[in-house]
């Protein structure tokens, strides 16, 4: 019998692919544990539809990061920390500060997981943080550091 899989299955496929398997097998494990589903024309048809409309999708989120990446490019924000004697700074700047000074001062939306940050910024100053708004978006943003 010839299935389409839905998902993985070790040893057997990946996601997508047309497989031959033995009528029990397919009966007894893949279709009621919904693995796959017989190779049928509408089957088959269908799962060309939703691989269209899966691209359809990736593509325009990729328009969307690349946008909001050239919004981003294009400004800064100002975030204001205590600081002491000689500039030093109490506290430290983290992805949750620039995250909300993007949302207050631009008004744009920045999940603060998509902030790369790999220490947190304990210096006045200027600064440019890395933002990976989608797998293959990543935008600079002007980080301006200034005492309270």
């Known amino acids: 019998m010839d299935i389409v899989l839905l998902e993985d299955v070790k040893a057997l496929g990946k996601k997508g692919?047309?497989?031959?398997?033995?009528?029990?097998?397919?009966?007894?494990?893949?279709?009621?544990?919904?693995?796959?589903?017989?190779?049928?024309?509408?089957?088959?048809?269908?799962?060309?539809?939703?691989k269209a409309n899966e691209a359809k999708i990736a593509a325009e989120q990729l328009a969307a990061a690349k946008e909001l990446g050239e919004?981003?490019?294009?400004?800064?924000?100002?975030?204001?920390?205590?600081?002491?004697?000689?500039?030093?700074?109490?506290?430290?700047?983290?992805?949750?500060?620039?995250?909300?000074a993007i949302q207050d001062q631009l008004g744009?939306?920045?999940?603060?997981?998509?902030?790369?940050?790999?220490?947190?910024?304990?210096a006045i100053g200027s600064f440019e943080v890395p933002i990976k708004l989608h797998k293959d978006v990543t935008a600079k943003l002007a980080v301006k550091v200034v005492e309270a």
Request: hydrophobic share 40%; charged share 30%.
């Open 71 to 100: 919004k981003l490019e294009k400004s800064s924000v100002t975030v204001a920390i205590k600081a002491g004697e000689g500039g030093r700074a109490f506290g430290s700047v983290s992805s949750k500060e620039i995250g909300k």
């Open 108 to 122: 744009l939306d920045v999940d603060k997981k998509k902030i790369v940050l790999n220490d947190p910024i304990k």
């Open 17 to 50: 692919q047309v497989v031959k398997v033995n009528d029990g097998y397919a009966r007894n494990f893949i279709l009621p544990k919904k693995l796959g589903v017989e190779a049928t024309a509408k089957n088959l048809n269908d799962l060309k539809l939703q």
